[in-house]
């Protein structure tokens, strides 16, 4: 099915909005048109050479990948060197792309949380919850035959989406009154006349990223002239947030340390796994942080973990676990991050479902450390 990218990208956003990246970070649209119809993506968690290759044999009109293929100020397109070769050929192939970075790192249910599911982790909550966001309660009123197309409005635009459930919406009926002055064009009533009309109070909750365009959706889908509504901040943005670093959750059944060593393994389709600190009798808690988490073990182990997975476990962090009788494993930079792709798919799907542009996952997809 062919969308237009930007459907695609606002998808994505719901859920990684790109004000949660961080600031060193360069995430969003790197190449391309938002207004360009997308019927092929591949999706990928870095961007070489072979993956640029594959995605024009594929025909793919928009690569997706995690790591930033645009990343420091780009000082030429000559294309005397890759970089520049690789964009003067995206550009001939029509392909654009997209990035889903940090910001997919930190969203409630981004990568960690898809991570923490294919551990088979339950009970899962936010290592460590930061951007919290401001929240607002938007108040609709609308004549009641309305009232389902505004709640659709306000679960298509990202209200009412708290914690794992969507489209959390209420209303309740009462009357509305107005009177249509001359100039205007009402849509019940007449010029002059104060007019009374059943109508629903629906309300939802937003992000303050979502709030404007929320907005002007209901505006598009209202049918007065002049919507009435009202918008309240909250001061449950940090109590609602779950964004940030890392996820925790529990395993179904403690197990040995050992027994979890392979456990992991086969969950994440691992050949070796890397450690250090002191394993735990058991292992029923466990902390994770996809990529280069290993600043989190102080946190992980204030939150009663039993272990710490991440990628790129350093000598020092290492010496840092042991000393503070606390358990890591380096499952690997791209092994807990390889799973991006799944992650992406998931989320696509769910935002368009059968509308969905074909999903292709990078055969390319590499990790760049060798074990001899
Ligand atoms: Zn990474």
Redesign the pocket.
Known sequence: MSVKLSEVIKVIEVIAPKALAEVWDNVGLQMGSYQQPVKRILLTLDVTPSVIEEAVNEKADLIIA??PFIFKGLKTLSQDNEKGRLIAKLIKNNIALYVAHTNLDKAEAGLNDFLARKLGLTSIRTLDPSNPEIFYKVVVYVPIDMTEKIIEVFGKNGAGAIGRYDFCTFHASGVGTFRPLLGSDPFIGQIDSIEKVMEDRVEAIVPGGLLKNLINQLKKNHPYEEMAYDVYPLENGRLLNQNGLGKIGLLKEAMPAADFCLYVKNKLKLSFLRGGGIPPGTVRRVALCS?AGADMIGIAKSQRADVLITGDLKHHDAQRAAESNFWVLDAG?FGT?KCVTECLKEIIMAGLGDGSPELITAKALKDYISIY
Do not use: I, V
Request: proline share 0%; glycine share 20%.
């Open positions: 995690h790591h990529g930079h991050e």
